[in-house]
């Protein structure tokens, strides 16, 4: 019940309030002041997560990089109504850091992680780190999960892309675009609610 919650939490927090914000402000201050007030739930969670908990959010950090490229693409391009296509841009530049990351000491999905467990109580992030480094079957499968999520968010961009120029000019691209990128959200979070099973059940095998 309690990873549920997390996850819902993560979800409520990181997506659908920046996504409620933006919509509620997107009539009165268009895109620029749409995507600038959508940050402000996840510098609040943030602050509120690091005076708090004294815990850095990896992942609401990731959310609002990406954000903050949409509004630096938007502006660079001069092209607000091209933001369609800006934003798989971002979260194609997102994939491929995950896959850059592999050949750091550590990848993405290792902070990630570490940064979920971090909320729970710091002995788990410790008990987490001792683990990266005495198991080499969690390491593989750290990287495996990095690796998923960087195709998966380049495959996306991809998709969305080739929607967006394919139909330019027609609104219902931005709707399909949408479906796309929501779909492989979700593709990717049961996948990885999936592989942590199975990660837990090597951890309970290694420990006895």
Not at 17 to 35: K, V
Not at 97 to 116: E, N, Q
Not at 152 to 165: D, F, M, Q, S, Y
Request: hydrophobic share 50%; net charge positive; glycine share 6%.
């Amino acid at each position: 019940m309690q990873l549920r919650f997390r996850y819902l939490s993560a979800l409520f927090i990181n997506l659908l309030l920046p996504w409620l914000a933006y919509r509620l402000t997107y009539p009165h201050w268009g895109q620029p002041g749409g995507l600038l007030v959508s940050t402000l739930p996840l510098f609040a969670w943030m602050a509120w997560d690091l005076v708090r908990h004294r815990h850095f959010d990896a992942l609401s950090a990731m959310v609002l990089i990406g954000i903050v490229l949409s509004l630096a693409a938007m502006i660079l391009t001069g092209a607000r109504q091209n933001l369609a296509l800006d934003e798989p841009m971002v979260s194609g530049m997102i994939g491929v850091a995950f896959l850059v990351s592999l050949a750091l000491p550590r990848p993405m999905v290792f902070y990630l992680a570490r940064s979920t467990l971090a909320r729970q109580s710091m002995q788990r992030a410790s008990e987490f780190e001792q683990d990266w480094c005495e198991r080499p079957k969690l390491a593989y499968r750290i990287r495996v999960m990095t690796v998923v999520w960087g195709v998966g968010l380049i495959t996306e961009n991809a998709l969305r892309t080739l929607i967006v120029w394919r139909a330019e000019g027609d609104p219902h691209a931005v709707v399909e675009s949408n479906v796309v990128r929501y779909g492989f959200y979700a593709g990717l979070m049961l996948w990885t609610i999936w592989y942590r099973r199975r990660i837990k059940q090597d951890a309970e095998g290694y420990a006895t």
